[in-house]
């Protein structure tokens, strides 16, 4: 393998333990913060929306910084090392949340606006600097990894899936294994020793890459060289190019709706505890870490020309529909889930035994929502792909579809846990 392909090799496997540590911090924020605001649904809603809120305005902000370095890798090991600083700095902060919280909310028990409120004002002041370089990750590694808008095809979808499947990984080790034998304290010190570890290793190869620059890919271009480095792709007309932006935020409305109702009816089976959330957790990260990679291999197998526009806006359309079609019938099929957790838990040998229920509720999570999350998970690569070849560049592309899914994804998790459920 040359320098190019280890180079790339080493990064991708410190963007699947980025991803690993970024769980193990969700897991654990929304444990230690709902011990403080109360586990009502509310409550975990606002905590997940503020982590999702840092991550867009990251995707937002370094997006752009990503297309003005030559370094990326470097910007990448900086954004690492920040994550487990300021999540060390935390641990503080939860230690001294509970005395700030209490007379904050006496009283206010029957105002859910003024609860939320409190809420979004501490979570925010905890969570907004490491999920705001969070979300810096994924666009600046994907300039670092991809030669431009017409090469990014591959690499992002790679990363996404590969970034997610960490995720899953995390979400796992956080749930199953590191808050059983050992303090929340000490899980998240071993995630920022990772994040720290992951960092430091990326500083390190930058500085052993030939030029300091990306692997096989031009110095960063200049605002008046970019239009020309755009021709070289088949150029995408403004009216598609924006519909494609604006139909991923609405995908990721729906996606995140969908997962705080189906989580919430799950729980009836699964359990409302730290392992049915991870179970939940895992289940839809899966699907959507298959969606992406099933992406890239299937682009892969069409070979490497880029398609024509108006083909990949055709897809991106088609994906959007699968994902509406088999969350409807998802949906429908909750109905059903008292009689089927129960016929699951009997081919389990359900005993009422703590491995029988954790397997029913893996097998009835995977069920429901496993394929819609695939159609989700292909979505976010393909819509991707299609916005480098409109702005013509990969980082600010990258970030600004993660920006806006991101909250696209945070108001449907606000409009389905706050309003829907109480309207509907």
């Known amino acids: 393998m040359g320098v190019t392909g280890a180079a790339r090799a080493a990064a991708f496997l410190l963007f699947f333990l980025s991803g690993a540590a970024a769980l193990v911090y969700q897991v654990v924020w929304v444990r230690s913060l709902t011990l403080v605001f109360g586990g009502s649904h509310p409550a975990v809603t606002t905590v997940l929306a503020v982590f999702m809120a840092g991550q867009a305005l990251g995707g937002w902000v370094f997006g752009r910084a990503a297309d003005r370095t030559d370094r990326p890798l470097r910007l990448y090991g900086l954004l690492e090392v920040g994550i487990a600083a300021s999540a060390l700095g935390l641990l503080g902060l939860m230690a001294a949340y509970p005395a700030l919280y209490v007379p904050l909310a006496r009283g206010r028990d029957d105002c859910l606006a003024c609860l939320t409120a409190v809420r979004v004002l501490l979570s ?7 999920t705001t370089l969070m979300g810096g990750t994924l666009p600046v590694l994907s300039r670092f990894a991809s030669r431009g808008p017409e090469g990014v095809r591959a690499p992002l979808s790679f990363l996404y899936g590969l970034n997610t499947l960490g995720a899953v990984a995390g979400a796992l080790l956080a749930g199953f294994v590191l808050l059983r034998v050992s303090t929340v304290s000490t899980t998240l010190l071993l995630a920022a020793a990772a994040s720290a570890a992951v960092g430091l290793a990326s500083l390190a190869l930058q500085a052993r890459l030939p030029g300091g620059g990306p692997p096989g890919s031009a110095p960063a271009r200049t605002p008046a060289a970019a239009p020309a480095a755009a021709s070289e792709a088949p150029a995408l007309p403004t009216l598609p190019g924006r519909l494609v932006l604006w139909g991923i935020g609405i995908g990721g409305f729906c996606a995140l709706g969908y997962e705080v109702l189906w989580t919430r009816v799950l729980a ?17 990260l899966a699907g959507i870490a298959l969606g992406s990679k099933a992406y890239g291999a299937l682009a892969a197998l069409g070979g490497a020309a880029t398609p024509g526009p108006g083909r990949a806006v055709a897809w991106f359309g ?11 019938l998802v949906t429908a099929s909750l109905g059903h889930l008292p009689v ?21 509720g893996f097998a009835l999570a995977f069920l429901h929502m496993l394929v819609p999350a695939f159609f989700m998970g292909a979505a976010f690569p393909l819509a991707g792909e299609i916005h480098a070849r409109y702005r013509g560049a990969v980082g600010r592309a990258v970030g600004e579809v993660l920006a806006v899914n991101t909250v696209g994804a945070v108001l449907g998790a606000g409009a389905s846990g706050f309003a829907m459920i109480h309207l509907f």
């Open 268 to 284: 009836i089976a699964v359990g409302a505890s730290v392992y049915g959330f991870t179970i939940m957790l895992v289940a839809f």
């Open 318 to 328: 088609l994906v959007q529909v699968a994902v509406g079609v088999t969350a409807f």
């Open 340 to 360: 089927n957790a129960a016929r699951l838990q009997g081919v389990l040998l359900g005993t009422g035994s703590f491995g029988s229920r954790v397997w029913t």
């Open 124 to 130: 925010g002041a905890a969570l907004i600097v490491p």
